[in-house]
């Protein structure tokens, strides 16, 4: 009995600290230092955030570790899963698991290209939203329209 204790204790062990390793962000900058007032660092310079599958590159940014928050500014790339959103500004709220792109979103994958004021992509539910002035190619036809929903685990656009 005392040897099955023993084993589950280490296998538990074991997945806790994967999970952890799993979660911890990977940040590079030319120039960054640590405010303590906000608890957050500030980056400058080829900033690459990766954060499990995602990674957020900026020329300028700041980092919440404890709140996993992210805020780029000036040449901003969120990427995941072979999918790419561009623009001038993103916020990307951790906890939400909600990544937003203002100052002119590009967003594209495969075959099929939006550009937007604004986009959206929450990475739990795969759902990309796009407002404002949205221009949508796909498969050598261009439409526009006001907003639009993109479900990227059904790759359909709704």
């Known amino acids: 009995m005392k040897r099955k204790s023993i084993l589950i204790l280490v296998l538990l062990f074991t997945l806790i600290c994967s999970i952890a390793s799993a979660a911890r962000p990977s940040v590079t900058a030319n120039d960054s230092y640590f405010d303590p007032d906000s608890g957050q660092y500030v980056l400058t310079g080829n900033v690459v955030i990766t954060i499990g599958a995602r990674t957020i590159t900026a020329d300028s940014a700041r980092f919440s570790p404890v709140t996993m928050e992210v805020w780029g500014d000036d040449g901003v790339s969120f990427n995941q899963d072979g ?69 990227v685990r059904a790759n359909v656009l709704r």
């Open 83 to 151: 999918m790419t959103f561009t623009g001038g500004s993103v916020y990307v709220k951790g906890p939400a698991r909600t990544a937003y792109i203002k100052g002119g979103s590009h967003f594209s994958r495969g075959g099929l290209t939006i550009k937007s004021d604004t986009a959206s992509f929450n990475w739990k539910t795969k759902l990309a939203t796009f407002d404002g002035n949205v221009t949508i190619t796909q498969n050598g036809k261009t439409w526009t329209t006001s907003h639009q929903e993109y479900d």
